[in-house]
């Protein structure tokens, strides 16, 4: 029969207590809303310094060789490599004559300068590293292996930028994060630097002069180069080291390098070409200290220093391994999406494509009662009974007025409806009132409809054509949004075209579906005895009482014909104390109702299929969503913006499509879909923060006041259902 004998025992409530409005404490408050600023500061923080500490560089290769040195005073450009303005003047040096300076930019990487490190190590010779502070950060361990070393340190800037394009405040700004990045890495400061893109003297301009001169009023020793070897176009390991050849036999030269940036096997294997070669032509090696006479061009720094660069390196190392978790967040959560979707797009062509599942033979004439819950509704109810009167399916209309106080009751009677029974209560919730009116139904099948839908005239005569089946308990019909003018309008309805009612397709063929709407159900009066009838204990009964009936082994199915139009807030304070609402309440039906997990037939049946694809898809994806967004503007700010955009664009076609099927299916006209693009952008957001509200509200322990919304009236039917219904 599709269902197994159940007594009715009623979960407890989710939430011990009387139900009752309370104000909530301020620091309840104050948590779910510092709560999600603190997750958005970290975030962001973390997107910000791990994209400026990974930023990628292109290298010295593309420094600028041989051109004019316009602006640039004569002795710096026929000058020696080493240019030092610290000590008052323009002082430029030179290697002595048979003396080699080795030097690598671009570092310290993991791989190749520890490799590099251990050359001149077996050699005996010292080499002169310019690094930057991204890689500093990064491996700190290389840094300080290679000073341990005895090798020199310089500065080659944080983010490797072109000097001569940025202004002062840029360059301070990157010298000051390099200095943070050496103090906390090895401890020690560098006044020796070494610009980006920077070849020989004579190849400066007057731009890069002007940079020059500000880094040597800042107390930095420049270093530029006599031979570039290229070692980045990877010639071959025997032609680099023959492009560090002295340009006249005997003189000493400053030699570029590199040990980051690329595969630097080839330089690896060249030093073992170069430094044996040129010792047996008598050459000496040694460091730019050496060259200006001084001792060391690094030193150690102070204590407060020390910590300060201390937090940095651990900020910096912190953001790469919260990166890393995002990653992996982020492919998951994108799995998950684009996963939806296609799960949706090919059980909901199957769920079109198959027919009705009515018991063979069978047809459901017999009279139906319609129980509609009110409570100060004047500005609904009347169209909402007459669209009900005007249906083409016997039925008794039992109007519960729940405690109104704007005569909504007294506006049912005038409409003097022969089918319209009113029941007036006092202001006892709205499951309490649909059970009044199951109480006072005539008929074993019960159509529950909220005051401010309107059924169109067939929809109670499908919907509870599927009852014909005894192991059907309820049915779902298809809810629309009858007040869809506007953006906020156009948005909620491509939501429930696209998201709630294509749902309720796969749901329905897996048969287990987690919600009948409270716009549009209908039940079995000994199928909700059964599992307990509505209940008060969470804010979503239309959830509650669908998986209390799974749980009875009452199956549920979704008649998508059976339309009704109703209101959805019509402003964003609505929609957020609407969706708040619902989130929550979802979310403590599913925990009331978890023992479904390990319940045996039809019970255990949804507990193992729907509550984890409710978990997933209606919890979970949401929560990493925002993830594609933050990770977009990353994308953009420090990766690579047509790429980004690109995927980007990739994820919002399949949501097209998936969208544009859902409307076919729903024979509703594309047009709206223009409003898609946008819906994401904006209106996604404030479904992020609703449900990360309502998570932070569940963990806190507060239970939420019922919120009712401020009604307008504005459901209106296509015209061709408001023809048929006159």
């Known amino acids: ?51 400026y500490t990974t930023r990628t ?29 610290t000590r008052g003047g323009l002082n430029t040096y030179r290697p002595p004559d048979r003396t080699v300076v080795l030097t690598f930019d671009d570092g310290p990487d993991p791989v190749w300068t520890p490799r590099i490190r251990a050359v001149l190590d077996r050699h005996g010779i010292p080499g002169t590293f310019f690094v930057t502070g991204q890689q500093a950060v990064h491996h700190p361990g290389v840094l300080r292996d290679v000073i341990r070393s005895g090798h020199e340190i310089g500065v080659h800037t944080f983010s490797h930028p072109d000097l001569s394009t940025r202004s002062e405040s840029d360059i301070d700004r990157e010298l000051a994060l390099t200095q943070l990045a050496l103090a906390g890495a090895a401890g020690v400061n560098s006044s020796l630097l070494r610009m980006p893109y920077s070849s020989t003297t004579a190849a400066l301009d007057g731009a890069d002069w002007s940079a020059a001169r500000h880094l040597g009023d800042k107390g930095y020793v420049l270093s530029f180069i006599d031979q570039d070897t ?114 949706l797009l090919v059980l909901a062509r199957h769920h079109a494509r198959r027919r009705p599942r009515v018991h ?36 008794e209309i039992i109007v519960v007025d729940d405690g109104s106080d704007d005569g909504t009751a007294d506006i049912a009677e005038s409409l003097r409806l022969d089918a319209v029974t009113v029941v007036r209560q006092p202001n006892r919730g709205k499951a309490s009132a649909l059970n009044t009116g199951v109480r006072r139904a005539s008929h074993d099948l019960v159509v529950m409809l909220d005051a401010d839908t309107v059924f169109a005239p067939s929809t109670v005569r499908r919907l509870v054509q599927p009852f014909a089946d005894p192991a059907v308990g309820a049915t779902a019909g298809n809810a629309k949004v009858g007040n869809r003018r506007g953006l906020l309008g156009r948005w909620q309805h491509i939501e429930y075209v696209m998201g709630f009612n294509l749902d309720r397709r796969m749901y329905d063929l897996l048969s287990c579906m987690p919600t009948i709407p409270g716009a549009v159900g209908a039940f079995r009066v000994t199928a909700l005895r059964e599992a307990g009838t509505m209940s008060d204990d969470t804010l979503a009964e239309d959830t509650d009482i669908t998986m209390a009936l799974h749980r009875a082994g009452w199956q549920v199915r979704y008649v998508e014909d059976a339309l009704a139009w109703t209101e959805v807030p019509a402003s964003l304070r609505q929609l957020w104390r609407q969706r708040y609402r619902w ?72 949501q097209t499509v998936c969208a544009a099927y859902a409307f076919r299916l729903d024979g509703e006209s594309l047009r ?14 404030l479904m992020y ?12 322990g507060y239970r939420l006041p019922w919120q009712r919304l401020k009604r307008s009236g504005d459901v209106v039917l296509p015209p061709a259902m408001s023809a048929r219904g006159r």
């Open 1 to 51: 029969m599709g269902r197994r004998p159940h007594s009715p025992v009623r979960p407890p409530p989710t939430t011990p207590g009387p139900r009752r409005n309370r104000a909530p404490l301020p620091s309840r408050h104050r948590f779910r809303i510092v709560v999600p600023l603190v997750l958005l500061a970290f975030v962001v923080s973390v997107l910000l310094a791990q994209g």
């Open 57 to 85: 560089f292109s290298g010295d290769q593309e420094g600028r060789t041989a051109r004019p040195a316009a602006g640039v005073p004569r002795e710096v450009a026929d000058g020696g490599p080493v240019l030092d303005t």
């Open 230 to 343: 290229k070692d980045w176009q990877r010639p071959g390991a025997r032609a680099i080291a023959d492009a560090a050849a002295p340009s006249a036999p005997g003189r000493g030269m400053v030699v570029l390098l590199h040990d980051a940036g690329g595969d630097r096997s080839q330089t690896v294997a060249a030093l073992d070409i170069l430094i044996p070669r040129l010792q047996a032509q008598g050459y000496r090696f040694t460091t730019l200290a050496d060259v200006l006479g001084t001792d060391s061009l690094t030193s150690p720094v102070d204590t407060g220093t020390l910590w300060k660069g201390r937090v940095f390196v651990a900020a910096v190392s912190v953001s790469g391994a919260t990166m890393s978790v995002l990653g992996v967040l982020l492919l998951t959560v994108g799995i998950l999406v684009l996963g939806r979707c296609a799960l």
């Open 360 to 395: 063979p033979g069978a047809s459901v004439t017999r009279p139906v009662s319609v129980v509609v819950p009110a409570h100060n509704e004047k500005l609904c109810i009347a169209k909402t009974l007459r669209s009900l009167a005007a249906g083409d399916h016997p039925v």
């Open 583 to 654: 989130s929550y309440g979802t979310m403590q039906a599913a925990w009331k109702h978890r023992h479904a997990l390990v319940e045996r037939g039809h019970a255990g049946h949804f507990g193992r299929l729907g509550l984890p694809l409710l978990a997933v898809f209606q919890i979970v994806t949401p929560l990493l969503a925002p993830l594609i967004d933050l990770l977009m503007v990353y994308g953009l700010v420090f990766g690579n913006p047509l790429t980004t955009m690109l995927a980007w664009t990739g994820v919002l076609a399949v």
């Open 672 to 685: 709206p879909l223009w409003a898609l693009p946008l819906q994401q952008v904006v209106y996604r957001q």
């Open 689 to 700: 923060l609703v449900l990360l509200q309502a998570c932070l509200t569940a963990v806190n």
